[in-house]
């Protein structure tokens, strides 16, 4: 039985020494880094995004409105010509795509 419970414990203190190894690289990944010299200066840097922001919209794509198209029809006119159309059979009814 003390056997046992030492080989249990010796397998506890394995176990936790090498879990403590696993993880005893830096948490940054550091290791992994090139490093560059740039060519451009800070003020450089610092005036194009100065002109990025400047130049830039808050705007959401395609969120404007399109300006409503102006027509010289009456829509009354509109509609009994519509009816006009119905009735003869130049135009479908409803869901159909075509006149069957």
């Known amino acids: 039985m003390n056997a046992t419970k030492s080989l249990i414990a010796a397998t506890a203190v394995f176990a936790a020494v ?8 830096e948490a940054d990944a550091s290791q992994y880094v090139i490093q ?15 002109r990025v922001a400047a130049t830039r919209s808050t705007e959401p794509a395609g969120s404007r409105v399109a300006a409503p198209v102006q027509s010289s029809v009456d829509g009354k006119v509109l509609r009994s010509q ?3 159309a119905v009735r003869t059979g130049q135009i479908s009814r409803g869901e159909g795509v075509g006149n069957f």
């Open 18 to 25: 090498a879990s403590g190894m696993a993880r005893a690289d």
């Open 36 to 50: 560059f010299q740039g060519t451009r200066t800070r003020a450089e840097v610092m005036a194009e995004a100065n």
């Open 82 to 84: 519509a009816a006009d």
